[in-house]
């Protein structure tokens, strides 16, 4: 069975020493479209929108801490515990999902103390925009032929020629895919609900999907951690089942609110 050959330069444009990333281009300009997603929003909701100037950078700022502490520390611990300052040469490579996750969540709360916003207001509105900007990273990690799949001989599977020649589980479109699925259904929710409901089963429903997505999906890709467990369970697993339980208490609490509330 022929399938798909995947040999796409991971660099869009160089000139001498420097290079510009089909990643770094893509993940640039999924802020860039979300800053404008999260404009629409506090225009059409007639807010204040003086706190988008410096979100931008907090939240780039909090998703890159948090995305490369966590990997080091979860994925490549006992390298980077010998290695500690390691930690800071980011050129090569290594984010985890997960830690930028915490990392936006904890800068949009530093922002929202400053600004005095309502920080489950701006939470729920920048759901939307993590999923798309999630979405994007995932095709970034397609064109540089990293986060493998298993081998299959499924027709759409795809041999990554700059690892191996091995036909694979495309995983990083099943989530680029998978995340837009979801980008769209919050973005409904978002304008077909009340602004009191969407603030709170927005964040609740972006954890759920978001992570459990990222479960299932782990089935079809290779390891990534260096380490070894016993465990069945893969550390993008592990990481993912405490959001997933978070994200369900909540919308049960959020749900239960709402018809008291009613």
């Known amino acids: 069975m022929q399938h798909l050959i995947w040999n796409v330069n991971p660099v869009m444009l160089e000139i001498g020493s420097f290079k510009i ?6 993940f ?11 404009t629409w929003m506090y225009k059409r909701e007639k807010k204040n929108a003086d706190i988008l100037n410096y979100l931008l950078l907090y939240t780039f700022i909090g998703a890159a801490v948090g995305a490369r502490l966590v990997h080091c520390l979860f994925y490549e611990p006992n390298y980077y515990l010998a ?16 830690g930028g996750m915490v990392g936006v969540l904890i800068a949009l709360w530093f922002l929202t103390k400053y600004y005095k916003e309502s920080y489950t207001w701006l939470i729920a509105r920048f759901t939307i925009v993590g999923i798309f900007t999630a979405a994007a990273i995932r095709v970034g990690n397609f064109m540089n032929s990293e986060i493998l799949g298993l081998p299959s001989n499924l027709p759409w599977a795809i041999v990554f020629q700059r690892v191996d020649t091995v036909p694979r589980h495309p995983v990083q479109l099943y989530e680029a895919l998978a995340y837009l699925l979801i980008f769209i259904l919050l973005l ?75």
């Not at 990333?21 to 893509?26: A, N, T």
């Not at 500690?84 to 980011?90: A, G, K, S, V």
């Open 21 to 26: 990333h089909w990643y770094g281009i893509l």
């Open 28 to 38: 640039a300009t999924s802020f860039v479209i979300g800053l404008f997603i999260l």
């Open 83 to 98: 290695n500690p300052l390691e930690i800071l040469d980011i050129r090569k490579g290594g984010l985890a999902s997960h």
């Open 188 to 262: 409904s929710i978002y304008l077909k609900a009340k602004a009191s409901t969407s603030t709170k089963i927005l964040p609740p429903l972006f954890l759920i999907t978001l992570f459990g997505t990222r479960f299932f999906i782990e089935y079809a890709k290779t390891r990534q951690a260096t380490y070894v467990t016993d465990l069945p369970l893969t550390t993008g697993q592990m990481l993912s089942i405490p959001f997933v339980i978070i994200g369900v208490i909540w919308l049960i609490l959020s749900l239960r609110s709402n018809k008291v509330g009613a």
